[in-house]
């Protein structure tokens, strides 16, 4: 299964400002999932992330707030924008490089704390 | 949704001891996979047991699936403290993205 590497580990950051969270995967894969997982709670999907293609958004989420890029087959970014203390989640990338058939592999996750 | 729910929610058992959990989903299936999370780090998969399978085994982890119930547990025989952690299950339907129950908080205590 696939290696992902996600930047950064952790982060503290201040209301109105934005971070960007990068994973890059030691294969190509042909989609990329990015998650949210809010304190205590389980994890929410915030999109869909295919290469050259515009990322497709799940309800309550939003280009503005969550821009994505998708370069190549190894790489993705999820930016968090105009942050405010309710964006203080963890955020988790994620490939399907096993198909449907198989399991998720997933970076070790952005602990992002907004004040 | 075809969302998992978990229950119980948090669990806490004496190391030695089993734990079982439970998860129930709304809609028909491929597979059902259960992941680990530690400490709010990834999530780490476990096992995956597929539509046409009852039961599952992996070392310690026995997994069961219940199609017309719509239903799945896992099973971690004898715990240890390392089996301290969060668990959740997420249902597969075709190329559908994985939806995420609300998870089982597990500590196993020394």
């Known amino acids: 299964s696939a290696v992902i590497s996600q930047k950064p580990s952790r982060d503290i950051c201040q209301r109105g400002t934005s971070l960007t969270i990068q994973c890059q995967v030691d294969s190509q894969v042909t989609m990329m999932f990015w998650y949210r997982q809010q304190p205590g709670q389980s994890l929410t999907l915030i999109a869909t992330?295919?290469?050259?293609?515009?990322?497709?958004?799940e309800s309550g989420f939003v280009i503005d707030k969550f821009p994505i890029s998708r370069p190549n087959l190894t790489f993705s970014t999820l930016t968090v924008s105009n942050m405010s203390p309710e964006d203080s989640s963890i955020y988790l990338c994620s490939v399907d490089s096993r198909g449907s058939t198989g399991g998720y592999t997933f970076g070790s996750g952005t602990r992002l704390t907004v004040v | 949704s075809q969302q998992g729910e978990e229950d119980p929610q948090a669990l806490s058992i004496q190391e030695g001891e089993n734990a079982t959990m439970n998860c129930s989903y709304k809609t028909s299936i491929n597979n059902l996979q259960w992941y680990r999370q530690n400490s709010g780090r990834g999530l780490v998969h476990l096992i995956l047991?597929?539509?046409?399978?009852r039961e599952k085994h992996s070392g310690r982890l026995r997994v069961t699936l219940d199609t017309s119930k719509k239903s799945s547990s896992l099973l971690i025989t004898a715990s240890r403290a390392a089996d301290t952690a969060s668990y959740f299950c997420?249902?597969?339907?075709?190329?559908?993205?994985?939806?995420f129950g609300k998870g089982t908080r597990l500590s196993v205590i020394a």
């Open positions: 047991i597929r539509s046409n399978e």
């Open positions: 992330a295919n290469q050259g293609s515009e990322a497709t958004y």
């Open positions: 997420a249902a597969r339907s075709g190329n559908t993205p994985l939806v």
